[in-house]
């Protein structure tokens, strides 16, 4: 008699886990889609990203901020020609062979100057070697956790089918700011990497000079460095968010419930949002940067 009250119990019931399967499916791939876009963003270099903007880059550091570089490297050579001249007795003891190691050395750096944008991408390059050779592997991840929280279900529980329901839609939302987060990351990036290469000129031509203005460029070159290594740190965070993932299907299946699992899933999902903000300043520290 009651055969029709069943029947909606089973629809509804099966409706909640298809909702549920589709929601989990919504926020893996979005994940998923924005990780790849990590990795990919990390194993690029400048001119890969974009080559007009490099060129446009360097039209501008060229004619713009070339000239700055090169009026400062002026200075620091009468400056550093003024300190030859007044440490030697006021000149009585001057050596011309000293005279000649600065010209020299004046050389060399105009060479550098000239060439201080073709550098500066050239410490992408090395980052990009570095990111190829970690394993394509390594950064897979594990979708056995959707299947876990499904199974986990009693067969029709429409109770706890709607808890999950309910859930599995917060999860999905969180996972949206959460990938717009780490496309924040990713672009933000390759933006300050842009700015940095722009004004290569102005703290190569600070080189010449260790007492008075060269912790200008060697900051700089350690902030080039701390981007670079930014990268790699950005994708060892993807392995581990794979290794946490497993952890918490393994966890899952040991606990017995899908909530457990799904509230396992955001918290990988928290930890790589907050190291992924945390690259640069991490990559900072090990080049020693203030």
């Not at 001119?47 to 070339?66: C, G, H, M, N, Q």
């Not at 090395?126 to 279900?153: C, F, K, Y």
């Not at 740190?233 to 909530?259: A, D, N, P, V």
């Not at 899933?265 to 790589?272: G, H, P, R």
């Amino acid at each position: 008699m009651f055969g029709w009250f069943d029947d909606v119990k089973e629809w509804i019931f099966e409706t909640l886990l298809g909702s549920i399967s589709w929601f989990l499916d919504m926020s893996h791939d979005m994940f998923g889609k924005s990780m790849v876009t990590i990795r990919e963003n990390v194993s690029e270099t400048p001119t890969e990203f974009s080559a007009t903007i490099v060129e446009t880059l360097r039209a501008i550091s060229t004619t713009a901020i070339l000239p700055i570089g090169g009026l400062l490297l002026t200075y620091i050579f009468c400056y550093e020609l003024y300190q030859l001249v007044v440490e030697k007795n006021r000149g009585n003891d001057f050596e011309t062979g000293q005279l000649m190691f600065l010209i020299f050395k004046t050389a060399g750096m105009i060479l550098l100057l000239t060439h201080s944008f073709d550098i500066t991408l050239a410490f992408f390059d090395l980052g990009q070697w570095i990111t190829n050779q970690i394993p394509q592997t390594a950064m897979v991840l594990p979708d056995s956790i959707r299947e876990n929280i499904l199974e986990s279900i009693p067969e029709g529980d429409i109770g706890q089918a709607l808890g999950m329901w309910t859930i599995s839609v917060i999860v999905m939302i969180v996972t949206f700011f959460m990938s717009m987060i780490i496309y924040l990351v990713a672009w933000s990036r390759m933006v300050t990497i842009m700015l940095y290469i722009s004004v290569a000129p102005i703290p190569f031509a600070t080189f010449m000079n260790n007492d008075w203005i060269g912790s200008v460029g060697q900051t700089y070159v350690k902030n080039l460095m701390a981007l670079m290594l930014q990268g790699y740190f950005m994708i060892i965070c993807l392995i581990i968010y794979g290794g946490l993932l497993e952890k918490s299907s393994e966890l899952m299946i040991t606990q017995g419930t899908g909530f457990y699992g799904l509230v396992l899933m955001l918290v990988s999902m928290a930890i790589l949002v907050i190291s992924l903000t945390r690259t640069h300043s991490l990559a900072k520290s090990v080049m020693g940067v203030v």
